[in-house]
């Protein structure tokens, strides 16, 4: 499913995303243009977080309607139960949260779990079931369709769907960052590798498979397009 050298999104086919992150070079852009940024770096495409490490990335990004995200994953050392952040938006306390994906590990093994909030708080979420290892890389994609769906895949496969009472919206959390490795209240941090983080202001597609099934259309151009 990878390939051995480094890709850019912006440049290999596929849906163009609003933001892109190859986490290790420069980020440019603005509230308008959204691309952020638009070539890759040769040489630093993956960011090691050790313990207590994590990003925050831009306030600009308004994702209360559909979205889609998708980023490359390696996990190290866990033991034990463990909780990894991966992607979030939240205020600073973790009290206020608009959509959160993280890993849950149990002795070496986890699953990703994916949730988005309303604006009353109440969440809606997707689960693997399993499929984490440790020291191995890993794609994760997810998709938010107002009032219709939320969407998980791992690997290129459809894992989970959840079509029970959607929201039409996602809470506002206007003025808040985007956190990549950890929760903005400085907790549950990733100790492990991310690579190519990228989000679209639309739902990507997947050629209509059903759970379990191998994903086509967007979704499949993102993961053979590798980390």
């Known amino acids: 499913g990878s390939t051995p050298n480094p890709q850019n999104p912006m440049a290999i086919?596929?849906?163009t995303p609003i933001a892109y992150y190859p986490l290790g070079g420069s980020s440019t852009g603005s509230s308008s243009t959204l691309t952020i940024p638009n070539e890759s770096s040769s040489g630093d495409t993956v960011f090691d977080f050790v313990p207590n490490d994590a990003i925050d990335i831009s306030q600009d990004i308004n994702i209360t309607s559909n979205f889609s995200c998708s980023f490359?994953?390696?996990?190290e050392s866990n033991s034990g139960t463990a909780y990894e952040f991966l992607l979030s938006r939240e205020n600073a306390a973790a009290t206020v949260k608009q959509f959160g994906i993280y890993n849950v590990f149990t002795n070496g093994s986890g699953r990703i779990l994916a949730n988005i909030f309303d604006s009353g708080g109440t969440f809606f979420s997707c689960d693997t079931g399993g499929g984490i290892s440790e020291n191995v890389w890993h794609h994760i994609a997810f998709c938010y369709s107002p009032s219709n769906y939320i969407r998980l895949y791992l690997d290129g496969v459809l894992k989970s769907e959840n079509?029970?009472?959607i929201p039409s919206?996602?809470?506002s959390v206007t003025g808040e960052s985007i956190r990549i490795g950890g929760r903005r209240n400085n907790d549950m941090f990733l100790n492990g590798q991310m690579s190519n983080?990228?989000?679209?202001s639309g739902t990507l597609t997947d050629?209509?498979?059903s759970v379990g099934a191998t994903a086509g259309g967007e979704v499949a151009t993102i993961y053979n397009g590798g980390r």
């Open 13 to 15: 086919a596929g849906p």
């Open 72 to 75: 490359w994953y390696k996990s």
């Open 163 to 165: 079509t029970t009472n």
């Open 169 to 171: 919206s996602i809470r």
């Open 197 to 200: 983080v990228q989000m679209w």
């Open 207 to 209: 050629g209509g498979v």
